[in-house]
């Protein structure tokens, strides 16, 4: 816990949007949010959330859950239905989003938002499973990655909330797990995984971005291999002209 | 004092005469000519910090469960050579320090390699009577890939049995005696028998290691013995004499001073700067895969391949003859492998030039040469490029589908592009020469 | 006491190196030219050496401290420092305090005489064979085959010949398929935009045809469908599940390999959709038993992993 307060800190800091972060004493107001949802999310989700072809899916029994992660990444609204959502700048007070989570937990029966307890869970079982149903596509030290027709976001910007949300709405390309395939127990490890991965033990110094090959190559030529070609220059002679 | 010692080892060795002709052996003066010896001193530091490192390696892949130091991987069933490699970066002292080293020292290897390679190329360094110690060089370079390549394997990581799965389907796609081939290297099929680490251990602490030796001291034997090339600068540097700073005491600090300088970007990179952190990866199964697996830089031009490629085997009425992974993974690198070690020859036949050249070319004496060969790396360039186009994905959002297609259309246009534009430039420089000097 | 006091004076003056005077030799002329002293550069020297030696008694130091946070870059630090200053050393000497001659060298020829003679040294030592031919072709053959013979043993090193193991896979009709932490799957839990790993019960999870990656595509039992997760291009673990959350604006669904992103089409017999991959992935036919838990009800459609020379398509 002590290793792990800090980063929690850092992640604080580290929100850019005014309402990412839950704050106490916001009330939610369903007609608020009923007024949002026609202004922002209608004309693709339809007017009752119903969805429409080719624009939006249904939000029935998306629930507060789904609602609360994708308003809060900032994946949506979305400019164009066809593009891939990804995190951006939150455009609602904390108050709006309240409200409008709440509004979209009320079209049919959805999943409430987690809580995941994931500060007392275990990182080891956690590694196990995010290498097993993760590590494909967010790369093992969770620093994103690609598959034909998307790009896989890195989970360095994500909370705790977040994450478990995503696990379960399966977002875009990503597949759902629901509690039958990840357990609630097994959520929280995951999510103790990830906390860890956002800052692991980086022995050895500088970290390059846990990525392996790719920045250790550049460091390879853009540093040792121009200092030691600056070395030679330095030893030998150039031609004179 | 100086001279008892002397007096003693020539009394018996009879060396003296060979000793007073190996000081005062002349060294051309250029600053390129100091790439290939970098090579050597991180071969050097490479066995030294290497040697270190096989003192707490262990060669097997009998699967143990982890109850070490490092809390994320308690519990996990792993195999005991990554498990002796977690040991020894986690709880040894310096352990890391050397393993870093050594991995960094193997990156820089290559890269000098390369470097050295271009120089020889570009400056025609490789013509008569020093084309058999260009061809022993190329050789050196594709050992050393492999050696790099195994050095890597051996850990049994997430990423290097990732590797291994791929080098074992490129020897599965060998026409015809693929399989054969690759269940022999492997001791049957993927991921093999238990004593596959074994034998890519030796590989690498032995049999590799060795071959570089025995090229090395052919190389360097082929050099001292036809003497360094250089360019004309004065009317003393002509094709019959060769002026430079004598090996001691002149060249001496100088090289010594390099060597130092090879060691202490080497360590400092292997004590500041992570390489394969492999506590992160985790240990290899077959069944798990991470996103973003690239090998070491130097075979990034594989993976490129790999990836260029469209999807198909050659088949013959129901039957493949040739599996995919042949075109990237082979067949490409032994391509360049011939292309680059029958150039000496090809050129000659050319140019019908059959004459010793002991005076280098700058590039821009040799259009046609630089071109082509600026035109030739481009190409291998663009493919190694391309292995990195997912992580352009993540950074830049370019969707990969497209920059796949694009590199495949680009590594055909640009290096003719390049072509032109390097002839053009070459022949411009020489007659802007010419202008300054009429 | 007086004699510790001439070993003192002794060690000092072998130290400073002022014994007896040197004989000096006054050589016609000397081989290497003479050059100017150099005092400062000499100090510069002397103090680099002095920063190495600090250096390498710190590397010693931090390596004796048991509890020195982020050692290795310490460690590195102090080798790395005292190789630079060593470097910086050589070539102040390199620079000021060796000079730097320019010889002259002939490049060395080749021999023409030599090599008749090495040649003609050959040829006469074997005048005295009638049929020179044979005798060169039988010895070649002798020492090919005794060669040859020397590699043989080589061939134990795998089963070279017998290519059958490369079809094998623990799986057969009636095994029964279990998650990553051996429990059955029932194929009620297989839910649609998930995926999920299985292996073969009591079998060795480590064979490349174990493990399987397992979807549904359709409603019902009919709808799960279980590949091979081993991609048919280069072996890596197809870990991807491309899965659209909105099918109308999203790509369709695909399992993925990592390595060369070749795609396979799950409701389409594995079909491949994109890149390298030139085989579609092998499917696994399955049955419900009585519990409703997932079985393979026979074979592999086709051979696992990378394909091979001769492989059916």
């Given at each position: 816990m002590k290793r792990l307060l800090p980063i929690l800190v850092l992640l604080v800091a580290a929100t850019p949007a005014r309402a990412a972060t839950p704050q106490e004493g916001v009330v939610a107001n369903v007609t608020q949010g009923k007024s949002l949802y026609a202004a922002n999310c209608s004309r693709c989700h339809g007017s009752r959330g119903q969805g429409l072809r080719d624009q939006g899916p249904s939000l029935k029994d998306a629930g507060a859950l789904a609602a609360d992660f994708y308003v809060r990444t900032g994946y949506m609204p979305?400019?164009?239905?066809?593009?891939?959502?990804?995190?951006?700048?939150?455009?609602?007070?904390?108050?709006?989003?309240?409200?409008?989570?709440?509004?979209?937990?009320?079209?049919?029966?959805?999943?409430?938002?987690?809580?995941?307890?994931?500060?007392?869970?275990?990182?080891?079982?956690?590694?196990?499973?995010?290498?097993?149903?993760?590590?494909?596509?967010?790369?093992?030290?969770?620093?994103?990655?690609?598959?034909?027709?998307?790009?896989?976001?890195?989970?360095?910007?994500?909370?705790?909330?977040?994450?478990?949300?995503?696990?379960?709405?399966?977002?875009?390309?990503?597949?759902?797990?629901?509690?039958?395939?990840?357990?609630?127990?097994?959520?929280n490890d995951l999510v103790a995984y990830v906390q860890y991965a956002k800052r692991p033990d980086d022995r050895g110094g500088w970290a390059i971005g846990h990525l392996g090959p790719w920045p250790e190559g550049m460091v390879t030529w853009l540093l040792a291999a121009s200092i030691l070609v600056a070395t030679c220059l330095l030893i030998g002679r150039r031609l004179k002209a | 004092m100086i001279r008892r010692l002397v007096r003693f080892v020539d009394q018996r060795s009879g060396g003296a005469p060979f000793v007073r002709k190996a000081l005062r052996y002349v060294f051309p003066d250029h600053w390129s000519f100091l790439l290939g010896e970098v090579a050597l001193y991180c071969f050097i530091l490479l066995v030294a910090t290497g040697v270190y490192l096989t003192l707490f390696f262990e060669d097997s892949r009998s699967q143990t469960v982890y109850h070490g130091s490092y809390k994320p991987l308690q519990g996990e069933t792993m195999s005991r050579a990554y498990e002796s490699?977690?040991?020894?970066?986690?709880?040894?002292?310096?352990?890391?320090?050397?393993?870093?080293?050594?991995?960094?020292?193997?990156?820089?290897?290559?890269?000098?390699?390369?470097?050295?390679?271009?120089?020889?190329?570009?400056?025609?360094?490789?013509?008569?009577?020093?084309?058999?110690?260009?061809?022993?060089?190329?050789?050196?370079?594709?050992?050393?890939?492999?050696?790099?390549?195994?050095?890597?394997?051996?850990?049994?990581?997430?990423?290097?049995?990732?590797?291994?799965?791929?080098g074992y389907s490129v020897a599965l796609s060998l026409p015809v005696i693929g399989a054969n081939l690759g269940l022999l290297l492997w001791g049957g099929p993927f991921p093999g028998s238990p004593s596959f680490i074994p034998r890519i251990y030796i590989a690498h602490v032995l049999i590799f290691p060795l071959l570089i030796i025995a090229l090395l001291t052919l190389h360097l034997v082929l050099v001292a013995s036809r003497h360094h090339t250089q360019f004309r600068e004065s009317p003393k540097t002509t094709e019959k004499q060769v002026v430079g700073i004598p090996a001691f005491p002149g060249q001496a600090p100088r090289s010594l001073g390099l060597m130092f300088a090879v060691f202490a970007v080497l360590f400092l990179l292997g004590g500041l700067v992570q390489i394969n952190p492999i506590w992160l990866w985790g240990p290899y199964h077959v069944g798990e895969a991470t996103n973003g697996a690239q090998p070491d830089w130097y075979l990034g031009w594989l993976i490129g391949a790999l990836r260029l490629v469209p999807g198909f085997d050659l088949t013959v009425g129901g039957y493949t003859l040739v599996p995919n992974p042949?075109?990237?993974?082979?067949?490409?690198?032994?391509?360049?492998?011939?292309?680059?070690?029958?150039?000496?020859?090809?050129?000659?036949?050319?140019?019908?030039?059959?004459?010793?050249?002991?005076?280098?070319?700058?590039?821009?004496?040799?259009?046609?040469?630089?071109?082509?060969?600026?035109?030739?790396?481009?190409?291998?360039?663009?493919?190694?490029?391309?292995?990195?186009?997912?992580?352009?994905?993540?950074w830049l959002g370019l969707d990969y589908s497209a920059q796949i297609w694009a590199y495949r259309v680009l590594i055909w246009l640009v290096p003719l592009l390049v072509f032109f534009a390097v002839r053009r430039a070459c022949r411009e420089l020489l007659a802007w020469e010419q202008i300054r000097s009429d | 006491m007086s004699r510790v006091k001439a070993l003192l004076i002794a060690a000092v003056v072998l130290l400073l190196g002022r014994g007896r005077p040197k004989r000096e030799r006054r050589p016609e002329h000397r081989i290497v030219p003479p050059g100017p002293a150099d005092r400062r550069a000499e100090n510069l020297v002397l103090l680099l050496f002095g920063g190495v030696t600090a250096c390498g008694v710190a590397f010693i130091v931090f390596y004796?401290?048991?509890?020195?946070?982020?050692?290795?870059?310490?460690?590195?630090?102090?080798?790395?420092?005292?190789?630079?200053?060593?470097?910086?050393?050589?070539?102040?000497?390199?620079?000021?305090?060796?000079?730097?001659?320019?010889?002259?060298?002939?490049?060395?020829?080749?021999?023409?005489?030599?090599?008749?003679?090495?040649?003609?040294?050959?040829?006469?030592?074997?005048?005295?064979?009638?049929?020179?031919?044979?005798?060169?072709?039988?010895?070649?053959?002798?020492?090919?085959?005794?060669?040859?013979?020397?590699?043989?043993?080589?061939?134990?090193?795998?089963?070279?010949?017998?290519?059958?193991?490369?079809?094998?896979?623990?799986?057969?009709?009636?095994?029964?398929?279990?998650?990553?932490?051996?429990?059955?799957?029932?194929?009620?839990?297989?839910?649609?935009?998930?995926?999920?790993?299985?292996?073969?019960?009591?079998?060795?999870?480590?064979?490349?045809?174990?493990?399987?990656?397992?979807?549904?595509?359709?409603?019902?039992?009919?709808?799960?469908?279980?590949?091979?997760?081993?991609?048919?291009?280069?072996?890596?673990?197809?870990?991807?599940?491309?899965?659209?959350?909105?099918?109308?604006?999203?790509?369709?669904?695909?399992?993925?390999?990592?390595c060369h992103y070749s795609s396979f089409d799950p409701a389409k017999n594995g079909k491949v959709i994109f890149g390298p991959a030139g085989r579609p992935l092998p499917r696994l036919p399955l049955e419900i038993d009585g519990e409703g838990n997932l079985r393979a009800a026979g074979g592999f459609s086709g051979p696992v992993g990378p394909s091979w020379s001769g492989v059916r398509r």
């Open positions: 979305l400019d164009n239905p066809h593009s891939q959502p990804w995190r951006t700048r939150v455009l609602f007070t904390e108050q709006e989003i309240r409200s409008l989570v709440a509004y979209v937990a009320t079209i049919g029966h959805g999943p409430a938002i987690p809580s995941p307890q994931w500060q007392t869970a275990s990182v080891a079982a956690g590694r196990q499973l995010f290498a097993d149903h993760c590590a494909g596509c967010h790369q093992i030290a969770i620093a994103g990655g690609v598959l034909p027709g998307a790009r896989i976001p890195p989970l360095n910007q994500p909370t705790p909330r977040q994450i478990a949300e995503a696990v379960r709405v399966g977002p875009y390309l990503m597949p759902k797990f629901s509690t039958k395939a990840i357990t609630p127990t097994q959520l | 490699v977690l040991h020894l970066s986690l709880d040894v002292k310096a352990g890391l320090l050397m393993r870093q080293t050594h991995h960094w020292a193997a990156n820089v290897f290559l890269a000098a390699i390369l470097l050295h390679v271009l120089r020889v190329f570009f400056t025609g360094a490789f013509r008569k009577p020093r084309d058999l110690t260009y061809v022993i060089g190329l050789a050196m370079l594709f050992t050393a890939f492999l050696e790099g390549y195994l050095g890597y394997s051996m850990v049994d990581d997430l990423l290097s049995g990732m590797g291994l799965a791929i042949f075109w990237g993974g082979a067949l490409f690198p032994v391509v360049i492998l011939f292309v680059l070690a029958l150039w000496p020859w090809a050129e000659r036949r050319v140019t019908g030039d059959d004459a010793f050249h002991n005076l280098l070319e700058r590039p821009r004496d040799n259009a046609w040469r630089t071109s082509l060969g600026a035109a030739f790396l481009t190409w291998i360039f663009l493919v190694f490029m391309s292995g990195s186009a997912d992580r352009v994905t993540v | 004796a401290i048991d509890k020195l946070g982020h050692e290795t870059q310490w460690l590195g630090l102090a080798l790395g420092l005292a190789f630079a200053l060593l470097t910086l050393a050589c070539i102040v000497i390199a620079r000021r305090l060796v000079v730097t001659e320019e010889l002259p060298e002939p490049y060395p020829e080749d021999h023409p005489d030599e090599v008749e003679t090495i040649a003609e040294l050959i040829d006469e030592s074997g005048s005295r064979f009638t049929r020179k031919r044979l005798v060169t072709l039988a010895g070649a053959g002798a020492l090919g085959t005794l060669g040859l013979a020397a590699l043989t043993p080589a061939a134990s090193l795998g089963p070279a010949l017998d290519t059958s193991a490369l079809k094998k896979t623990p799986w057969r009709r009636g095994r029964r398929l279990v998650d990553e932490s051996g429990k059955p799957i029932p194929a009620a839990d297989i839910e649609a935009e998930a995926f999920y790993t299985a292996y073969p019960e009591g079998a060795d999870r480590e064979l490349i045809g174990s493990p399987l990656v397992v979807v549904r595509i359709g409603p019902g039992n009919a709808g799960v469908v279980a590949y091979s997760k081993i991609c048919t291009h280069a072996g890596c673990a197809i870990a991807l599940y491309r899965k659209p959350t909105f099918p109308d604006t999203q790509p369709g669904p695909a399992l993925v390999c990592p």
